[in-house]
């Protein structure tokens, strides 16, 4: 019999979608993918470069489990020259992307029936980490008409003696909210641990990102560099947490990771220290796209109350259209051939909504919105 928590998994539906484009791609049609978060930017040269002088220099075996000190090192500097917070490089473990990091995360921190409160939307995967930690997921909404901000007052009322962690996203995936520094300064003012996914922090296009290290100590940050650093394969993350709990994620790491890979870990150093420029350049393309994704969205009548300010997601409203957006995913991708996420992926409050990435190329998104259009006049939706 299959173990009961490998059963509570939950399907990733923009996998499914993908993998039933690729079968349409295979039949011979052209599909336009706005389903994934994957930056189509080649990763900045002197990081390739980094990369293959590590493996020349021989530099392929374990090492230390918290990661090399000189990648550590560079992470706290980075968080020292951005945000004005001191971390000690003792405070970082290097993980293989933010997912590893979040298992261990949970695993050190959720005792079985302990309670994260999540945002309502979320990001897909947040729950399957909690419940595979035996913990549990409680959900505030966050609404379209709020700018999807989550609010303090509603955590509050979701807070119980069980209550071990507030799970923050920002910018956030579905969604491409920012917090503000008001809400921010909030909701660290809570009685509870916070976890903050800060991954697709260097993609805010208004305004100032801020991490939560700036409002208090009582936190975890994931990051790493797929996002920004258009890394997504290289599987490089790290976790910074407090100093008591370096101890056991060291150990937890070790047991089942034992390391990150030693070259990757090298090209992380030339990211954080030579590809600011490259980093600036893509964000000033996605903005781009970002202008263009949402202008094209509302001309279909596709509802984006407020335009997001950071990732390279939108979030939009098909109500109007449906009240299944599995099967309208589904619908638009076997009638136009543009892939998109059905909302329901990411909580029940997203229901009869579409995720739309453009983290594609303008000229692709231009055509998707083309295709979208004729397929809504034939379908009578214009």
């Known amino acids: 019999m299959i173990a009961r928590r490998a059963q509570e998994i939950e399907p990733f539906l923009a996998v499914e979608v993908f993998e039933r484009a690729q079968t349409l791609e295979r039949e011979g049609h052209e599909v336009i993918h706005l389903e994934f978060g994957e930056p189509d930017f080649e990763t900045p040269l002197p990081i390739r470069e980094a990369a293959t002088r590590a493996i020349a220099e021989g530099r392929t075996r374990y090492t230390a489990s918290l990661g090399i000190l000189p990648l550590r ?35 050190a921190l959720l005792n079985p029936g302990d309670e994260v409160i999540l945002s309502d939307p979320h990001y897909a995967c947040y729950p399957n980490f909690v419940r595979h930690a035996e913990g549990v997921p409680v959900y505030v909404p966050i609404e379209e008409a709020d700018g999807f901000q989550l609010r303090p007052e509603a955590v509050g009322e979701r807070l119980t003696p069980r209550t071990r962690a507030l799970l923050l996203n920002s910018p956030a995936n579905p969604t491409g909210m920012v917090l503000t520094p008001d809400r921010l300064t909030r909701l660290a003012e809570l009685p509870t641990w916070i976890v903050s996914d800060e991954i697709y922090h260097g993609l805010t296009y208004e305004g100032e990102e801020h991490t939560i290290l700036e409002y208090t100590d009582r936190a975890f940050v994931l990051n790493g560099f797929s ?28 047991n089942f990771f034992i390391s990150s890979n030693d070259f990757v870990q090298w090209a992380g150093v030339a990211a954080l220290r030579e590809a600011g420029p490259d980093v600036a350049r893509m964000r000033a393309i996605f903005d781009e796209r970002r202008h263009a994704t949402v202008a094209g969205l509302r001309a279909l009548g596709l509802g984006v109350a407020r335009e997001p300010t950071g990732a390279f997601y939108v979030l939009a409203n098909a109500r109007r259209f449906t009240a299944k957006s599995y099967d309208f995913a589904f619908e638009l991708l076997e009638g136009a051939h543009v892939a ?22 303008l000229g692709k998104i231009e055509v998707a919105l083309g295709r979208l259009r004729s397929f809504f006049k034939e379908t009578g939706r214009l």
């Open 73 to 107: 090192e560079a992470i706290a500097e980075h968080y020292q020259k951005k945000y004005g917070v001191v971390v000690s490089p003792e405070q970082i473990l290097v993980t293989a992307g933010t997912s590893p990091a979040m298992l261990l995360l949970f695993l």
């Open 227 to 254: 996002k920004a650093y258009a890394m997504t394969g290289w599987r490089l993350g790290y976790l910074i947490a407090p100093r008591e709990f370096i101890a056991i994620l060291r150990k937890l790491h070790m």
């Open 340 to 361: 998109v996420t059905p909302g329901i992926d990411f909580g029940s409050n997203a229901e009869g909504y579409l995720r739309f990435s453009y983290a594609n190329a």
